[in-house]
């Protein structure tokens, strides 16, 4: 169980909470590149954090995050205009630029200085890799941009998609360090998903329903190492990563690409699912993009012009009892995004946390949380800029190896969780 | 494709609204947890931590001795010193326990590891580690054949956190 004045602590994440300050310190997803894809095209609207806000792209291709709502009287600046450098309202006409500045207020004098002092509270919104990032803290500490490597890589080798969860951040995030469900909820998925099978590393996975783990505190986060018997001589690890305050990477699967999420808190009861995937060496080849797209993998297959899963909980996510029966999925849901999604849905919008009975084998979840608690309540108190803020804190990496029984992760293979450019994943 | 959102579906049925009507009643707490000791270092925490008044869970040092008993594949015999002074074996103390949560600063206690470990094994008890402090590469080595969970480094507040999380009030 957690107490509930903690559960309320680590799920609330909008402005003024605890650990919505903990997020902004950090840049987070605001959007997919996708979703702009133009200049002057439809402008977006975005809630993240609890705030609700419009994205849009101008006609130099500037971004901008500002406030939803005209400071006229209110209107939602969706029903806007996005023309000639700036969003104006579709109301009285009044103009934003990028910056939330108004530049235009047509029933003014034309020499008039009534807008100078007009704004909109605003954010950056700034594209690196498929992703559209803002930082939504004081600009004075702005941290440098971020620099994971799945947006980093070039755009032939990386693929990112989205999906709405509605389900509190956390408990999504910790569905993302609980690795060891994956043998049972997803135990099929690693059969036939095409991004996951053929692996050698699978069988191991599958041979060993116990694993062993090992919690390592590491700058940023933790990694979190379940160990399974290869064989007579040696351990098959799986290397989970987590950066404070929400991404997780999954540990890779022979050659397919790397994978990983980030989870960004729309309000308290819903959240964005970022999922990306990724090969640090090569081009993803057409059949893998093609699989992702179709929501294989980690990905979801989402209602065409919507990031609204086709499986969800208003279909029961097409249930499927008799695929249950045959073995052909674990839980009767497909998909492994989806798999999880329903589950972690399933709790209710925010988990009570004081109904619970963990394990040993959740020491990582319950690691994670003690570390969100304690650099949440030191920001509050002493002002202290938290783990993961650091861009040098990106760069790692999943990974899944076999080792001599005698040896450990975090010491033999160190270098294989940083990122390092041009030097494949090590996997199994 | 059917959408509705009947009683029945998941849509209704994880609503906030219907989160109330998840049954209340009193939980059963663990049936045990044991904390051990395995070296001076970690003592001073597990004292700390014993002090908050856990229903669950019992606090000891670990002493080795020789193992006159001839427990299989154990190097020595562990006896369990409680920090009210009184002394328990490990058998005894191993009774209805759910978890068994080793603390360790150094590698000290790898015999007694081994000990609690095997112990621990037979009787199908689970079994963590704690690593204290920084310099962790040995204790890690030590702990690790007997440790289903290592957690490296840890702190104080882990302890708390865990056993917390295990119901152990
Ligand atoms: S078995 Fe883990 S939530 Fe039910
Ligand atoms: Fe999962």
């Known amino acids: ?428 | 494709m059917p959408v509705w959102s009947g009683p029945g579906t998941a849509a209704h049925a994880s609503s906030a609204a219907e989160l109330r009507y998840r049954m209340n009643y009193p939980l059963a707490p663990s049936r045990g947890v044991r904390v051990v000791a395995l070296d001076s270092g970690a003592e001073a925490v597990v004292r700390q931590v014993s002090k908050s008044g856990w229903n669950k869970a019992r606090f000891y040092v670990a002493e080795t001795n020789l193992n006159t008993q001839g427990i299989q594949g154990a190097p020595v015999e562990v006896v369990l010193h409680g920090f009210d002074g009184a002394v328990a074996s490990l058998n005894d103390e191993l009774e209805d326990v759910d978890s068994t949560i080793m603390v360790a600063t150094s590698d000290f206690g790898s015999e007694a590891a081994a000990t609690i470990g095997a112990a621990c094994s037979v009787r199908g008890i689970m079994t963590a580690g704690l690593v204290l402090g920084e310099d962790t590469e040995n204790t890690v080595s030590a702990l690790r054949p007997y440790a289903q969970v290592l957690l490296v480094p840890a702190d104080d507040a882990d302890l708390e956190a865990i056993l917390t999380a295990m119901r152990a009030k």
Request: net charge negative.
């Open chain 1, 1 to 428: 169980m957690l107490r509930q004045e903690i559960n309320e602590l680590l799920t609330k994440t909008g402005p003024g909470t605890e650990m919505g300050d903990m997020f902004r310190q950090y840049w987070i997803p605001a959007l997919l590149s996708e979703e702009l894809p133009e200049n002057d095209c439809p402008q977006v609207r975005v809630k993240i954090l609890s705030e609700r806000m419009i994205a849009f792209r101008d006609s130099q291709g500037r971004y901008g995050l500002i406030d939803e709502f005209c400071a006229h009287r209110g209107v939602s600046l969706w029903f806007g205009r996005n023309e000639d450098n700036g969003l104006r309202c579709a109301y009285h006409g009044w103009k934003y630029d990028v910056t939330g500045q108004c530049v235009e207020v047509p029933s003014e004098a034309s020499n008039s200085r009534f807008c100078a002092n007009v704004k909109l509270k605003s954010y950056p919104l700034v594209k690196v890799g498929d992703i559209l990032w803002t930082y939504m803290g004081d600009p004075a500490k702005t941290p440098p941009l971020p620099e994971y490597e799945f947006a980093l890589v070039p755009p032939s080798q990386t693929f990112t998609s989205k999906r709405l969860q509605e389900s509190n951040w956390l408990q999504a995030l910790e569905g993302g360090i609980d690795s060891s469900h994956v043998s049972f909820l997803h135990s099929s998925g690693l059969q036939s998903d095409p991004l996951f099978m053929g692996a050698e590393g699978n069988k191991y996975n599958l041979g060993d329903y116990k694993p062993y783990f090992e919690v390592a505190d590491a700058p940023g986060g933790l990694f979190i190492g379940a160990r399974r018997n290869a064989e007579e001589d040696s351990y098959y690890w799986r290397i989970t990563p987590w950066l404070m305050p929400s991404f997780t990477m999954v540990p890779p699967r022979g050659d397919h690409p790397m994978h990983g999420h980030f989870w960004i808190p729309i309000d308290d009861e819903n959240c964005w699912v970022y999922t990306f995937d990724y090969q640090p060496v090569r081009d993803l080849t057409e059949a893998e993009r093609q699989a992702m797209k179709d929501g294989y993998g980690v990905h979801s297959e989402n209602i065409p012009g919507t990031y609204l899963p086709v499986r969800n909980k208003s279909n029961d996510y097409l249930m499927d009892r008799e695929a249950q029966k045959r073995g052909e999925t674990f839980s009767g849901v497909a998909g492994i995004a989806i798999q999880d999604a329903s589950l972690q849905e399933s709790m209710g919008p925010i988990v009570d946390r004081t109904k619970e009975r963990l394990a040993t084998t959740d020491a990582g979840i319950i690691k994670a949380r003690a570390k969100l608690r304690k650099a949440a309540l030191a920001l509050r108190d002493e002002g202290k800029i938290p783990e993961g803020v650091d861009p040098a804190h990106h760069r790692v990496r999943s990974a899944a190896v076999v080792l001599p029984r005698n040896q450990s992760f975090i010491e033999s293979v160190s270098d294989k969780l940083r990122a390092q450019p041009g030097v494949r994943q090590a996997s199994v």
